[in-house]
């Protein structure tokens, strides 16, 4: 199966093989558009192209798309990431005297996650009001939303913080256009909130 994945393409756009030449091909049988219009009944082809008000400039730069990224080399780019997603997960578990979930960098590709230290955690639980965490002082998801927001609205950083295990971990990932500065950014941007004095005097949390 042939596919154009959103990390290559314009937002929105992907490709699906079909047909009876290869087993590993959807058969068109079992496709339907999600929207009918006038091409409805005309053909599989009519039926997913005609179907009301469309930006075809996603599908169209799937060519260029691919060219590109057969300009850049897949193996090199791939290599690129997972190199550059480890070193981002030794910074951060370096910076927060932390770890990442997993111990075998060869488990992930481009995306892991790593561990907030424990020093935030305790600086959440005192700013929730919400009364949201655990008798044992545990994370909750109300406390990984805060957080994910804080990071975005005060810091401009966007990265998932995930509940995982009863502790709130930063699920990193790295693309072509990343560089080790950015996650550099996020290290004490997480060291910055660890400060007791980074919350005092600030409006209580709503979650």
Not at 102 to 108: G, L, P, R, T
Not at 131 to 158: C, M, W
Not at 178 to 201: F, K
Request: aromatic share 10%.
């Amino acid at each position: 199966m042939g596919q154009a994945v959103a990390s290559c393409t314009n937002a929105g756009v992907a490709h699906i093989a079909t047909g009876a030449a290869s087993p590993a091909r959807v058969p068109q049988s079992s496709l339907q558009p999600r929207l009918i219009s006038h091409g409805w009944g005309s053909g599989f082809l009519s039926q997913f192209i005609w179907d009301g008000a469309r930006d075809y400039s996603a599908a169209l730069a799937i060519p260029a798309a691919l060219a590109w990224w057969r300009w850049i080399g897949e193996s090199k780019a791939r290599t690129y990431m997972h190199s550059l997603v480890r070193e981002a997960a030794r910074l951060l578990a370096t910076a927060w005297a932390t770890e990442t979930l997993f111990s075998d960098e060869q488990q992930y590709a481009t995306m892991t996650v790593v561990r907030v230290p424990d020093s935030l955690l305790a600086r959440l639980i005192e700013f929730d009001n919400t009364k949201s965490s655990t008798p044992n002082g545990s994370a909750t998801s109300a406390h990984a939303k805060l957080l994910q927001d804080v990071l975005f609205y005060e810091f401009r950083i966007e990265v998932p913080v995930k509940l995982l295990r009863g502790a709130l971990y930063v699920r990193i990932s790295a693309h072509l256009y990343n560089h080790l500065a950015e996650y550099q950014r996020l290290a004490d941007a997480v060291l910055t909130m660890s400060r007791q004095q980074y919350w005092q005097d600030r409006p209580r949390a709503r979650i």
